[in-house]
């Protein structure tokens, strides 16, 4: 795991609403992390707990209307991102954060060659030749582990497998270097042997290149092998964040106890069925003064429909948002 020091990344109280006919959907509510230098932060919640909406408010990503960010800061290399204009905001997009979109399927330009798409940013944000820029695609894709690069350059994304077409997506976010990359769920449409090898990929890159991942999931199988943190969110909130080991070993929000049970084994029979998790996740139309998670704990009191539990220190860099103590079976507190 990657030392302590100065955060690559620091995001605090961010808040992150949507303007809809119905009113205003909250869909993230006060959350802060930050990442440091070379680490991977996995990030994991149901759909619609917030994870895409967290990480695409931090770098400009939503369409303002109807996204609005109500509050917060998120500071990169010192800067925040939130007060800096969009022309120096995109240059910090194409060059030092790079981002994989979900469905490689979708996310390609389907009229551009491969090669013009990964020379573009080396083209605009380094300020490389078309000649320096075609070498430089070569080797990205060469990094990537696509053979034939050279002539690859000159195919469609239609000529790609799905598995290439995300190596791919890859290189363009590694283009310019980044010192931290987001991946939000890149590997949701791919198979299984796909899905293992890319993440192999991630694992080789992230030793050879050095930089920060924000690796965005609902796959906790996924987390456990290649992540230093983890981040669970829940109903637009950080419900729990912990050392991968220490969160599988000893999870202490019910939400992460539920995925966790929801995870089915390899080993063996199982003495049980699979466990789900009743109910539906929040509409967050209202702000959070509650629980989010109450509805479908069976943990709750009379105290979770009354506040919104903080986070609190459980453990060496660990903290947790909940009333409930899984130690003693009881509250946390007297509060």
Not at 76 to 103: H, T
Not at 123 to 143: N, P
Not at 158 to 170: K, L, W
Not at 185 to 212: C, H, N, S, W
Request: overall charge neutral.
């Amino acid at each position: 795991m990657p030392d302590g020091g100065v955060p690559v990344l620091d995001v605090k109280d961010l808040k992150t609403v949507f303007l809809t006919r119905s009113g205003e959907v909250h869909a993230v509510n006060s959350v802060s992390f930050d990442l440091k230098p070379g680490e991977l932060l996995g990030v994991v919640g149901e759909s619609g707990s917030g994870k895409s909406v967290t990480m695409m408010s931090l770098i400009g990503l939503l369409p303002t209307p109807p996204a609005e960010i109500r509050g917060g800061s998120v500071v990169f290399e010192g800067e925040d991102l939130l007060k800096i204009g969009e022309d120096r905001l995109r240059k910090l997009r194409g060059s030092r954060i790079g981002f994989v979109f979900q469905d490689p399927m979708t996310s390609l330009n389907p009229v551009f060659t491969v090669g013009f798409q990964i020379c573009e940013p080396l083209r605009k944000h380094m300020g490389l030749s078309k000649s320096e820029a075609r070498t430089r695609a070569v080797e990205l894709l060469e990094l990537v582990g696509i053979p034939d690069a050279r002539r690859r350059l000159r195919d469609y994304p239609h000529q790609f497998s799905g598995g290439m077409r995300q190596r791919v997506m890859i290189a363009i976010a590694l283009a310019c270097d980044p010192d931290v990359l987001i991946a939000d769920e890149p590997t949701t449409a791919l198979d299984v042997t796909i899905q293992a090898q890319i993440l192999e990929l991630m694992k080789e890159l992230r030793e050879k290149l050095g930089m920060a991942v924000i690796w965005i999931t609902h796959d906790l199988g996924v987390i456990a092998g290649i992540a230093d943190r983890v981040m669970v969110m829940y109903g637009g909130q950080v419900v729990e964040q912990a050392p991968v080991r220490e969160l599988f070993a000893n999870p202490q929000h019910p939400y992460t106890r539920a995925l966790l049970q929801t995870v089915p084994s390899v080993s063996g029979e199982r003495s049980e069925k699979l466990r789900v998790i009743e109910g539906q996740p929040p509409i967050l139309v209202d702000a959070p003064s509650a629980c989010p998670f109450r509805a479908r704990c069976g943990h709750a009191f009379a105290r979770c429909d009354r506040e919104n539990p903080a986070r609190v220190t459980v453990g060496p860099g660990h903290d947790a948002a909940c009333f409930w103590n899984p130690a003693t079976e009881g509250p946390r507190d007297a509060g």
